[in-house]
């Protein structure tokens, strides 16, 4: 199979989401023995089951001998769902990387491959927990996961392939308000500097005659 592009779960990301995990856990925890009033010892001792949890599904889940994504030539495969999704690249309309609630993420939108109703109706709840929105997207791959390189090379490998097996696929990167000021500024002052170069050369070339010059 040409051109297969499989993405694991970034292993640094999972060693530090669970040591973080697992602070807040042992923080909770601490609750319990100090002299506080019964109620917070109950919500603390949820809280560390929780963390604890956590820890164990970030870890198992970042061990896993399958690969979460895999590109190729055949289209995208989602293995991260109980039900295994395969979105050929003929079905893709769209590829852009957006920002959720807490990170950014990689949404692929295509034709619809779910025909079900009430499964449909889950996935925008999904959709709407994430990302703030009710955009159906087939594949969401969450940068929570991954390091911003890790997660940038993804989104530029389906970039390369989208293009190559489909070029009517829309493909757009997020850009920060920020990055957009600054890039602005940078446009705005390139055509600044053009203006004062052809102005120049103008004057070059057609030089004012002064009074006492002109026959």
């Not at 495969?77 to 609630?101: A, F, G, H, Q, Y």
């Not at 807490?102 to 996935?123: C, H, N, P, R, Y």
């Not at 293009?163 to 308000?177: A, F, G």
């Amino acid at each position: 199979m040409e051109d297969n592009f499989e993405v694991y779960p970034d292993k640094i990301r999972t060693y530090t989401t669970s040591i973080v995990f697992m602070f807040f856990g042992v923080c909770f925890f601490t609750v319990i023995f100090i002299h506080t009033y019964l109620i917070f010892k109950i919500f603390s001792l949820f809280f560390a089951v929780m963390s604890l949890y956590l820890v164990y599904k970030t870890f198992h889940d970042g061990h896993l001998d399958h690969p979460d994504y895999v590109i190729n030539d055949m289209g995208i495969t989602d293995n991260t769902k109980s039900r295994r999704i395969i979105v050929p690249w003929s079905d893709v309309l769209k590829i852009e990387m957006t920002p959720n609630n807490a990170s950014m993420q990689i949404g692929i939108l295509a034709k619809s491959i779910v025909s079900d109703q009430e499964e449909k109706t889950d996935i925008l709840k999904e959709n709407f927990a994430s990302n703030g929105n009710l955009a159906f997207y087939s594949v969401m791959i969450d940068g929570f996961k991954y390091r911003q390189k890790s997660f940038l090379k993804i989104f530029k490998e389906l970039e390369r392939q989208g293009v190559k097996h489909n070029p009517k696929i829309l493909i757009s990167e997020y850009v920060d308000p920020e990055t957009k000021r600054k890039m602005a500024d940078k446009r705005d002052a390139e055509i600044r500097a053009k203006r004062r170069e052809e102005k120049m050369a103008y004057r070059m070339m057609h030089p004012k005659k002064h009074w006492w010059s002109r026959g």
